[in-house]
């Protein structure tokens, strides 16, 4: 009897000692190698860390870097079903599942990386764009990544005019406002998913691209181009998602430590993306690159400004590019 005894209680403090040992384990999918170049794995290393500390270690993320869960589409729509997921994908490839999110790849939207930081860090990034996102998409937004405007990149001429881009094979994200706005710009784009396109570059299957500097330089890209036209229409932000479904069913401790965990990652890498940002294009520039300055600047800006009533509707309406401008200007 009091052998049976003592086993059920050693049974129970085991039980109960596994309970609070317990760990909740999401998985972090992402697009670069896992390098000191990357912006993304710079967000997981503060992620995982502190997840873990406001959970009091019950929180681990586990990082799958280099599309190991596929390109930014394919793990976008994988985070919709999948509730350990959690993914970062830059707008133009949230934009097919949550099309409010392009409202952020307007072109020229943004002037400079104070009005991207002030419209994803205050009331519109937290609150009004994230609940179309969740709405639209199924995802919550649990931060956002930047790492400052993308820069046009190609293997065959300097870039300085409009004119000097005819003809170049650019690739861009499978976006309806990345299509619509190079085809403004005189340029037939092609899509292609981002895991093929370092090898598209490599082979001449694509001329050129278009990414931040941070991108370019994590992704090597000064390997497979030479030239860089420093445009600044769109910027590089990438909403960092998990399934709201999901998100839904975790214990309340554990969203408020993965909510406090990802805000202040996301905080932290948009710093370092401030930082990296001039560094990494001195880098590109040492290994070959070679900077092409725009010499109409403004033609650019009034051609893509000329579409933005052709994008109202892909961007889920005019009213969401009203808002966003009344909260930068
Ligand atoms: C893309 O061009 O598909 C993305 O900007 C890639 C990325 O997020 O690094």
Redesign the pocket.
């Known amino acids: 009897m009091k052998k049976s005894i003592f086993l059920l209680v050693f049974a129970l403090v085991l039980c109960l000692s596994t309970q609070a040992m317990a760990e909740v384990v999401f998985s972090f999918g992402h ?2 190698p896992p390098n000191d170049r990357s912006q993304n794995h710079y967000f997981f290393l503060k992620f995982a860390e502190l997840a873990k500390k406001y959970s009091n270690g019950e929180i681990v993320i586990n990082e799958f870097p280099s599309n190991q869960l596929g390109g ?1 589409q394919a793990r976008v729509n994988k985070a919709r079903k999948q509730t350990n997921l959690i993914t970062q ?2 707008t ?2 949230v934009a097919p599942f949550a099309p409010s999110a392009g409202v952020l790849s307007l072109p020229y939207l943004f002037d400079d990386m104070d009005e991207i930081l002030s419209l994803l860090n205050g009331e519109f990034g937290n609150t009004i764009l994230a609940e179309r996102i969740r709405k639209e998409s199924g995802l919550r937004v649990l931060g956002y990544l930047t790492t400052g405007f993308r820069m046009i990149t190609n293997s065959k001429r300097c870039v300085n005019e409009i004119g000097e881009m005819e003809g170049l094979k650019i690739r861009v ?1 499978k976006d309806a406002i990345m299509l619509k706005t190079f085809e403004a710009w005189g340029v037939n784009p092609i899509t292609m998913a ?1 895991p093929e396109v370092f090898t598209g570059l490599q082979q001449g299957v694509i001329d050129g ?1 278009i ?1 931040s500097y941070i ?1 370019n330089y994590a992704a090597s890209f000064h390997e497979v181009q030479k030239y860089i036209t420093p445009l600044s229409a769109m910027p ?1 932000i ?1 909403p960092i998602l998990i399934s709201d479904k999901g998100f839904s069913r975790l214990e309340p401790k554990i969203q408020q430590a993965l909510l406090k965990a990802a805000k202040e990652a996301s905080l932290l890498e948009q710093a370092w993306g401030i930082e990296r940002e001039k560094e990494f294009q001195m880098i590109l520039v040492e290994k070959g690159m070679v900077m092409c300055p725009l010499k109409d600047k403004n033609t650019w800006k009034e051609k893509a400004r000329a579409i933005w009533p052709d994008l109202y509707d892909k961007v889920g309406g005019k009213e969401i590019v009203d808002q966003a401008l009344s909260y930068i200007k």
């Open positions: 697009s670069n930014e994908a830059s133009p490839n994200p981002w691209q990414n991108t590089w990438a």
